[in-house]
Antibody
Framework: EVQLVESGGGLVQPGRSLRLSCTASGFTFGDYAMSWVRQAPGKGLEWVGFIRSKAYGGTTEYAASVKGRFTISRDDSKSIAYLQMNSLKTEDTAVYYC???????????WGQGTTVTVSS | SYELTQPSSVSVSPGQTARITCSGDVLAKKYARWFQQKPGQAPVLVIYKDSERPSGIPERFSGSSSGTTVTLTISGAQVEDEADYYCYSAADNNSWVFGGGTKLTVL
C-alpha cells in the first residue's frame, strides 16, 4: 500500500524551530518529487514547497511566505522527506501535509497531516 | 501575489450537475489539478492535466478548460460529494498556488 506518514508536529514558541518528517512506503521514494502543503485552521490549502528527485537535481522551490525560513530535504535511503522550519511565526500555525510529486506533476498521494501550533 | 479565483460556494440538489470554476491568467498555458477535501481529511486528487481522472475517481467527475478558466463538473452530484474543492496550478516561474477553495453543498 502506498502511504505517507507525517510526524514531528507540536506546540512551539514563536522564533523557535521545528522539523517535520514524512515517511513513505509502498513506492520507490527516490523516483518522486515530494511536496509540503499546509492548511491554517479554517482556511484553504497553501503550497509550501517541494524537492525534486535526485534525477532532476534534488533542487527545491518554496513559497514566498516561507522562503529563507523553511528548508525541504530528503533521505532516499530512509524514504523520508523533511521540512525544517526556522524562525516560526504565529501565522505558520497549520496542519502540514506531505504529498507525492511536486510542481506540475503528481500530488496524487497525501499523508494524514501533522499539526503545528506556534504560540507563546 | 498570483491568484487562482474560485467561487466560495456552490449548491446543488442530489442528481443535479455541479460546476466549479477556477480562473487565472496562467491557466491559458498551464495545466490545472483539482482536489476534493472532506472535513477532517487529507485532500484527494480528482482531476489532473485539466481533464484527466485518476484511477478510482468516479466517472461523474470531469474537468475542462477554456482560455483562462478551468471547470470541474460533477454530473449527477451525490450527497457524498459534499466537500471543499481546490484548483491548483503554477503561479509563475518556480512557484505554484491553490485556489481559495469552493464549498460544495449537495442537499
Amino acid at each position: 500500500e502506498v502511504q505517507l506518514v507525517e510526524s514531528g508536529g507540536g506546540l512551539v514558541q514563536p522564533g523557535r524551530s521545528l522539523r517535520l518528517s514524512c515517511t513513505a512506503s509502498g513506492f520507490t521514494f527516490g523516483d518522486y518529487a515530494m511536496s509540503w502543503v499546509r492548511q491554517a485552521p479554517g482556511k484553504g490549502l497553501e503550497w509550501v514547497g517541494f524537492i525534486r528527485s535526485k534525477a532532476y537535481g534534488g533542487t527545491t522551490e518554496y513559497a514566498a511566505s516561507v522562503k529563507g525560513r523553511f528548508t525541504i530535504s530528503r533521505d532516499d535511503s530512509k524514504s523520508i522527506a523533511y521540512l525544517q522550519m526556522n524562525s516560526l511565526k504565529t501565522e505558520d500555525t497549520a496542519v502540514y501535509y506531505c504529498t507525492r510529486g511536486g510542481g506540475d506533476y503528481g500530488l496524487d498521494v497525501w499523508g494524514q497531516g501533522t499539526t503545528v501550533t506556534v504560540s507563546s | 501575489s498570483y491568484e487562482l479565483t474560485q467561487p466560495s460556494s456552490v449548491s446543488v440538489s442530489p442528481g443535479q450537475t455541479a460546476r466549479i470554476t477556477c480562473s487565472g491568467d496562467v491557466l491559458a498555458k498551464k495545466y490545472a489539478r483539482w482536489f476534493q477535501q472532506k472535513p477532517g481529511q487529507a485532500p484527494v486528487l480528482v482531476i489532473y492535466k485539466d481533464s484527466e481522472r485518476p484511477s478510482g475517481i468516479p466517472e461523474r467527475f470531469s474537468g475542462s478548460s477554456s482560455g483562462t478558466t478551468v471547470t470541474l463538473t460533477i454530473s449527477g452530484a451525490q450527497v457524498e460529494d459534499e466537500a471543499d474543492y481546490y484548483c491548483y496550478s503554477a503561479a509563475d516561474n518556480n512557484s505554484w498556488v491553490f485556489g481559495g477553495g469552493t464549498k460544495l453543498t449537495v442537499l
